[in-house]
């Protein structure tokens, strides 16, 4: 597998391994950005919204009934469109680097935590109320965003981070077996 196919894998897992950070006490959403190969923009590579298990616990309240309208971009688990989805929806599929707070936490790879209580953010979720974390992660950037106002949390970082790590340790682990498997000792 190529260095661009190892990223993929390893974000599709920290997706699921992130998943419980999403629900009806933590996350509205969790996005994972990939950087592109020209290092210009970044790319919606996977996702998931807390709509699964607000639907599963009778919690939130729907906004759509389950035939109307396009899926929610969390495809991992069919589920009714929620708030959440709404908000996930609002991402583009891919976004320049030029300028914002994205291109800030890549650059600086220093972990973003951003507190919007009106319109000041020019960016997706414009007239959203809520907290966004942005952290850099190999080849790419986490992005969780719930709609209400949340104190920085170091330990929701260090999560992310620690998550990331474990991953990208265990795809070396294995590509190194791989490579040991390939050269045969006569």
Known sequence: ???IGNIV??????TERLRPLVG????????????SEDQRYIELMDCCCAGTEATQNGGEELQFPV?????????MFQHPRTKSCELLAQLPSSMPLNSGFHAQALSSNLPRWLNFSSSSDSNVLEETVGTRA???????????????QVPE?????????????????QE????????DSKFVKY
């Open 1 to 3: 597998m190529d260095h």
């Open 9 to 14: 894998n390893v974000f599709q897992n920290l």
């Open 24 to 35: 009806l006490k933590g996350w509205d959403y969790c996005a994972l950005w990939k950087l």
């Open 67 to 75: 035939s109307a309208g396009l899926p929610c971009r969390d495809v």
């Open 134 to 148: 942005l952290i850099p992660v190999p080849g790419g950037l986490m992005e969780l965003f719930i709609a209400k």
């Open 153 to 169: 949390d170091q330990q929701v970082i260090d999560v992310v981070t620690s998550q990331c790590n474990f991953l990208m340790e």
């Open 172 to 179: 070396a682990m294995i590509n190194s077996a791989n490579m």
